[in-house]
């Protein structure tokens, strides 16, 4: 796991490699976007680099008990499933693609979700999506 100087940089990269991301700032913060809808909010929580994210019903209280040094819910938008992600220490970079990835596809038009097709493994199936680390976890 890679450490960099400001999380906002790999984040921007995960991002804006996504068809049709924008970056805009709103309420003081970097926002990502498609077609005009947040897809990723990069903020703080208690002055620690995290960001704000959509994830699927459920997820938010999994990813939340199976790790919470690092998933908490967000203020705002937490009441509507959102998943926030503490990025200090060692960063798994891998897993927060994941968590972009699922944001942008529950977030993009269906046009740019069939054209977007993120690397996924053999055992992946199409229509479900990669668990995260802490998800993984908490199912067994």
Known sequence: MKRHATPL???RAICLALPEAIERET?????????EKI???????????????KAPRGTQTILIEAAPERFFRPPYVGHKGWIGVRL???????E?????ERSYQMT????LQAAFEPLRSASHRPGRHQRTRAEAAHAR
């Open 9 to 11: 940089t790999p984040l």
């Open 27 to 35: 309420w003081g913060i970097p926002t990502f976007r498609v077609r």
């Open 39 to 53: 897809f990723v909010m990069a903020t703080t929580d208690n002055g620690v680099p995290a960001l704000w994210c």
């Open 88 to 94: 200090n220490g060692a960063v798994d970079w891998d």
């Open 96 to 100: 927060i693609k994941a968590l972009v």
């Open 108 to 111: 993009a038009p269906k046009r």
